[in-house]
């Protein structure tokens, strides 16, 4: 079992940033892959940033350049950078994480946490 908390979401202007951190409890928090997700208005769900157990990280492309996914296996923490932020980037963003790299890139993690909203106006 691992429980996911994230934090960090909230209201800023078009260009402006925001750091979101997810805090994991329960399990060998190195184990797992990790992603961050978010369901805009209306959309689907989307894979913004995974990060691999050993650290690899790979970004959306609609975020590329923007947004930077870290992890820190000593704090059982993960973060996502967004810089440049833009309307479109409004959405609730979740945390995820598996055992299993390829469950988080094709949007089937097993635990979830339970979201923090970032809402961009312009």
């Not at 994991?24 to 997700?37: C, E, P, Y």
């Not at 790979?58 to 350049?65: E, H, I, T």
């Given at each position: ?74 704090k059982n923490m ?45």
């Amino acid at each position: 079992q691992l429980q996911l908390v994230e934090s960090g979401g909230g209201l800023v202007q078009t260009g402006g940033s925001l750091r979101l951190s997810c805090a994991a409890s329960g399990s060998t928090f190195s184990d797992f892959a990790l992603g961050w997700f978010r369901q805009g208005p209306g959309d689907y769900l989307d894979l913004v940033a995974a990060i691999t157990s050993h650290g690899a990280a790979s970004v959306a492309d609609s975020v590329k350049g923007r947004f930077t996914i870290s992890r820190d296996n000593a704090k059982n923490m993960m973060y996502l950078q967004m810089d440049d932020l833009q309307p479109d980037d409004t959405a609730v963003y979740y945390c995820a994480a598996d055992r299993h790299h390829r469950a988080v890139v094709v949007n089937t993690p097993l635990y979830w946490g339970q979201g923090t909203q970032v809402t961009v106006f312009s």
